[in-house]
């Protein structure tokens, strides 16, 4: 929910006494604020949520704004990367080959890709994954083919600094209506 303060506690309100109508009752202890820390509240039940700075500020674990937490986000996902690419070594190669690219690449990634900037580090783990899985050194054209789909005679582990820019534009499209009516009020 967003909205004004006494609008968001109104819907608070009628969302735990609809809930208790039919048996359900609201977790205050997974309920967030997310608010500029200026931010005065005089609602007794919007106090009792756990506060959340706009800037640290993630949606379904993935960063909202640039800054420390979308940095420490990617520096997260590089360091599993890593963690899951020296698993891989234990099984077979053609297994290994699958798993990084449907399952520890891009797709897993797709979340997180319309707010991030800087995607290089994670694209050369990326890169040295595929180079260890297929005992060779790719060059940087080699490892633009590697990258492409199946489809068109890559490895199919796509880059993904090349499906930013698309994620974040169909992003931005498909929730354009949305933000217009969140962003109303802040102009």
């Known amino acids: 929910m967003g909205g004004h303060v006494d609008v968001v506690a109104s819907d608070v309100a009628e969302i735990i006494r609809l809930g208790v109508e039919i048996g359900l009752s609201l977790n205050i202890s997974k309920c967030e604020l997310i608010a500029h820390s200026d931010l005065q509240l005089n609602d007794a039940l ?3 949520f756990s506060r959340v700075d706009i800037a640290a500020t993630t949606l379904l674990r993935a960063p909202l704004f640039h800054g ?3 940095d420490n986000t990617w520096d997260q996902r590089c360091d599993d990367l890593t963690r899951e690419v020296d698993r891989l070594s234990s099984i077979a190669l053609q297994d290994a080959l699958i798993l990084l690219r449907a399952s520890f690449s891009a797709p897993k990634d797709l979340h997180m890709l319309r707010c991030s900037p800087s995607l290089e580090k994670f694209d050369a783990l990326l890169k040295q994954a595929v180079q260890r899985i297929t005992n060779s050194d790719l060059s940087d054209l080699q490892w633009i083919q590697a990258s492409l789909p199946v489809r068109d005679g890559g490895l199919g ?9 698309p994620a974040f534009l ?10 217009d009516d969140i962003l109303t009020d802040c102009v």
Request: aromatic share 0%.
């Open 170 to 179: 169909a992003s931005a499209e498909s929730t354009q209506s949305l933000q």
């Open 68 to 70: 420390p937490v979308l």
């Open 46 to 48: 919007l106090m009792s």
């Open 157 to 165: 582990a796509r880059r993904v600094s090349s499906l930013a820019l």
